[in-house]
Nanobody, 123 residues
């Protein structure tokens, strides 16, 4: 099992930026062996995939939900077992709890979840 701990959420004005971090620990050799990503869930809405980062051989692939393309960027530091989500040009509709997720078959299957960090964007 992998433990995921998010940080970096908070209150920001529309147009501002935040960077979320997710530190992985537990039974892993390196997060490079895992697919990882960020989901979010707004009040009254389903949880949605925001961004994912996976590796195949030496290549790294990032994907984004349509609503965040061009504004959010996912990255990772394998040495620190940390995945980041840089969020720019934030909008009130980005307000949600953001969850870090990981899995060996991510994003087709999520094996582990973080507890989430709240992002609130004021208008």
């Amino acid at each position: 099992q992998v433990q995921l701990v998010e940080s970096g959420g908070g209150l920001v004005q529309a147009g501002g930026s935040l960077r979320l971090s997710c530190v992985a620990s537990g039974r892993i050799f390196s997060i490079n062996a895992l697919g990882m990503g960020w989901y979010r869930q707004a009040p009254g809405k389903q949880r949605e995939l925001v961004a994912s980062i996976t590796s195949v051989g030496s290549a790294t692939y990032a994907t984004y939900g349509d609503s965040v393309k061009g504004r959010f960027a996912i990255s990772r530091d394998n040495a620190k077992n940390t995945v980041y989500l840089q969020m720019n040009s934030l909008k009130p509709e980005d307000t949600a709890v953001y969850y870090c997720a990981a899995g060996t078959a991510f994003p087709r299957r999520v094996d582990d979840w973080g507890k989430g960090t709240l992002v609130t964007v004021s208008s």
